[in-house]
């Protein structure tokens, strides 16, 4: 056993004694990082209505705890339902929150929220997760 190893078995030593001493000298650690990106996959449902499917896609190393999505539809639009989301609406702004079931989404996870609005499928031009931009 090592002496680091006893040392905080003993109660001796915080693991951030055993941290700094595993490094090499002027070893950087890198903090998580944050990312998104989101798919937009839309279908014209008839003339005035379509469905539009979002995969909000962690690629940052931490994950996201708790997420909120933040887009805009074209003006004169509007959601008539969701899934996968609790939605606000003010004017053309959507704010999505996530539900239980999907607030956690790992790095290199995803989940899905799905929404049938008024007019014609259109990608949003930019979203953001935790008012982090989305590529």
Partial sequence: MS????CLAA???GPAAALSTALPAG????APSVGCAVDYYGRQVDASVHEAVLRINN???API????LRFRLPLGQTILLAKG???ETTSDVIVAHDIVTNATVRPGGAVTVSYQAS??????AEFT???????
């Fill in 119 to 124: 007019g014609q499928a259109t990608r949003p």
């Fill in 129 to 135: 997760v935790n008012s982090v931009p989305c590529a």
């Fill in 27 to 30: 070893a950087v650690v890198a």
């Fill in 85 to 87: 989301a609790y939605l």
């Fill in 65 to 68: 705890e708790g997420w909120t």
């Fill in 3 to 6: 002496r680091i190893f006893r």
């Fill in 59 to 61: 690629t940052g190393t």
């Fill in 11 to 13: 109660g001796l030593l």
